[in-house]
């Protein structure tokens, strides 16, 4: 100790501090190297991580919802915005859509009614698909097509799928409509379907058209062709020329029939949003069409069709036994039917 202290003055005392171990600066050099090689390598560790992250990073573009503020909120549930497996709406894709069904039976004016539809440049009626049987074999199998024509995939002569804003079918009661009611009318009411029922007044008439049209499957009376609809007067008169004769012994329990199965699909479906046509109202008054299209919130257009009426004139021009059917129905309720024109 002695030694480190010197006098540098006569009354000053100096006292030197004691030497630093060189083992220790060691230390505490290599302690701080190491602690900052490790802080420089976790942030490389870390970007490295965020690079390969942003290659297999998956953005998804959020699409900006359609919506139309002005719709009143009872409308809300008719109105649907499509996106199709298929194709892209593109510009269309907020154009709302509406659903719709056309109940009716065969030979009711179904088919003209359709055409006269289609004509209109924003809709899309596409036939009578559930003639197919595969498409109606279970309650399970008629909503996967349900689904399909809704989201605007299914594809006929009629689609005009881009910028559609109804889109719909008819669909005739004896194909699977009435047996899985339930489920038809609580997919309806959850997809916001709206239902056209169409019906035929003139049960008679109708009978006519479903005798000649089943003949006629078999005859091709067109030049070996069957055909449902004609587009000419010349094709009409060919085949309004077969008359069939009526079984009149079956004939009130028959038109009885057709009365109890529209009345039965009036019932079923009457929790659904609907309207109620029949074939000759049209016929007598085409002004019927402009409610057609408020119910499905359509602008007014002039609708039109190529379709020829087949049979024309009183029903007694059409029927081989027409005595034997006049004095069956003569006293009954269905007497009406004798004498009216559609």
Known sequence: MAEDICFFAKDSIIIKPPKKSPALLRMVVVAFTLIFGIYICSICLKQTSLENTSKYLNIEVMEKPCHNYDMDQSEIPYVHYPKPKTFSRAECSCNPVRRFAILSMQRSGSGWFETLLNSHMNVSSNGEI????????????????????????????????????AVGFKWMLNQGLIEHHKEIVEYFNRKGVSVIFLFRKNLLRRMVSVLSNSHDRYAKLLNGTHKSHVHSHEEAGTLAKYKPEINTTLLITDLKRMEVSATEALDYFNSTRHMILYYEDIVRNQAKLVDVLEFLRLPNMDLSSRQVKIHNGPLWKHIKNWDDVNKTLSGTAYEKFLRADY
Do not use: G
């Open 130 to 165: 559930f003639s197919v049987k595969y498409r109606r074999e279970n309650a399970s199998s008629i909503l996967r097509t349900l689904d399909t024509v809704y989201n605007l995939d299914f594809f006929t002569s009629a689609s005009k799928n881009h910028c559609s804003a």
